[in-house]
């Protein structure tokens, strides 16, 4: 048996999350939908705008997101990241070890600005990100544990890493290990604006081929450039054996690497889509390792996604999560 289910890789950030109106956006020329990355000055500029509204605090980042899923649904998992010796350093380390992901962060921590992620969510629910990778900007090799990633089922890779050049150069080691040692490897898209300014270093990090990709459907026709998704499909079939596609109110697809497996959506009233996908991911990762065929894990996460959207903020109780797996697998 392996120590780990999943080693995941991907931006250590303290998520401060706000609800505001469309207008904010206008006034303040933020692109809606999507994450931009900002400097400090400009967060602070954003911050000092979203004083004005109440805010809420959680160590986030997609990665650490889908593992403390993974690990609250009863999986044992491992992130590797880069947090600053600070105040949101502390925080965030205290948040990873609350919900028992293990980590490198207890290796000591550098001078510097723990990365934060303002989330700003709309009345239609929809997430827009503006985000300071601060030190994990600088997330390298030197952050994995390559002895962990060959101690675990599976290797999950956070596509948001596409945009630092060290972190990039770290995903690929990551993956290049997890393939020497047999370790399975997945990775996320992460955000439209990943597949559409930075296709090629995503494909450097997929390599010749990953074992399981997520996407939503966006990222999917941006990845193939079409407005078709059977064609989307065809497409992913190239960089991936197996995907997860997530349709938002439509369900989701997935190719379980032989046939095409439709799962439902669940009818709620969507409060915020921050943290859905990742929470997707956590789930269906959950499920693969412990037994569950892609059916019966894509319908644990399509459960838990729709759960997490209904609600304000990206996480669940542990009690939440028990819930949807007496629910779904009785």
């Known amino acids: 048996?392996?120590?780990?289910?999943?080693?995941?890789?991907?931006?250590?950030?303290?998520d401060m999350e706000f609800e505001v109106e469309d207008s904010f956006f206008e006034k303040?020329?933020?692109?809606?939908?999507?994450?931009?990355?900002?400097?400090?000055?400009?967060?602070?500029?954003?911050?000092?705008?979203?004083?004005?509204?109440?805010?809420k605090k959680a160590s986030g980042g997609s990665a650490a997101n889908t593992l403390i899923a993974t690990c609250y649904f009863g999986?044992?998992?491992?992130?590797?990241?880069?947090?600053?010796?600070?105040?949101?350093?502390?925080?965030?380390?205290?948040?990873?070890?609350?919900?028992g992901v293990g980590s490198n962060v207890g290796d000591g921590r550098k001078e510097g600005i723990t990365g934060k992620c303002l989330v700003m969510v709309t009345p239609?629910?929809?997430?827009?990100?503006?985000?300071?990778?601060?030190?994990?900007?600088?997330?390298?090799?030197?952050?994995?544990h390559p002895s962990a990633i060959a101690d675990s089922e599976y290797l999950y890779i956070e596509g948001y890493l596409v945009?630092?050049?060290?972190?990039?150069?770290?995903?690929?080691?990551?993956?290049?290990?997890?393939?020497?040692?047999?370790v399975k490897t997945a990775l996320?898209?992460?955000?439209?604006?990943?597949?559409?300014?930075?296709?090629?270093?995503?494909?450097?990090?997929?390599?010749?081929?990953?074992?399981?990709?997520?996407?939503?459907?966006?990222?999917?026709?941006?990845?193939?450039?079409?407005?078709?998704?059977?064609?989307?499909?065809?497409?992913?079939?190239?960089?991936?054996?197996?995907?997860?596609?997530?349709r938002g109110a439509k369900g989701a697809v997935l190719f379980d690497g032989q046939q095409m497996v439709e799962i439902s959506s669940?009818?709620?009233?969507?409060?915020?889509s921050n943290g859905a996908g990742d929470m997707f991911a956590g789930a269906f990762l959950y499920g693969i390792t412990h037994g569950h065929s892609f059916y019966e894990a894509g319908n644990i996460a399509s459960l838990a996604a729709a759960r997490v959207v209904s609600q304000f903020g990206p996480r669940l109780t542990a009690d939440e999560h028990k819930e949807i797996l007496s629910i779904v697998l009785g």
């Open 188 to 246: 996320t898209f992460s955000d439209p604006a990943m597949v559409q300014f930075f296709k090629e270093g995503l494909q450097e990090m997929i390599g010749e081929k990953v074992d399981l990709l997520f996407c939503n459907d966006a990222e999917a026709m941006s990845w193939a450039d079409t407005d078709d998704l059977q064609l989307a499909i065809e497409s992913l079939k190239q960089v991936a054996r197996s995907f997860a596609i997530t």
């Open 124 to 144: 239609d629910a929809e997430r827009t990100m503006n985000t300071y990778l601060g030190i994990t900007e600088t997330f390298s090799v030197d952050e994995l």
């Open 163 to 182: 945009t630092s050049d060290t972190g990039r150069h770290a995903a690929i080691e990551a993956r290049k290990i997890a393939e020497e040692k047999g």
């Open 28 to 55: 303040n020329g933020i692109d809606k939908g999507v994450m931009t990355l900002v400097d400090e000055p400009r967060q602070h500029e954003l911050m000092s705008h979203l004083d004005a509204f109440e805010g």
């Open 75 to 99: 999986a044992r998992s491992f992130y590797s990241c880069k947090v600053a010796n600070d105040e949101l350093g502390d925080f965030y380390v205290a948040d990873l070890q609350a919900a």
């Open 1 to 14: 048996m392996k120590k780990y289910h999943i080693y995941g890789v991907g931006n250590a950030l303290v």
């Open 266 to 272: 669940h009818p709620i009233k969507a409060v915020d």
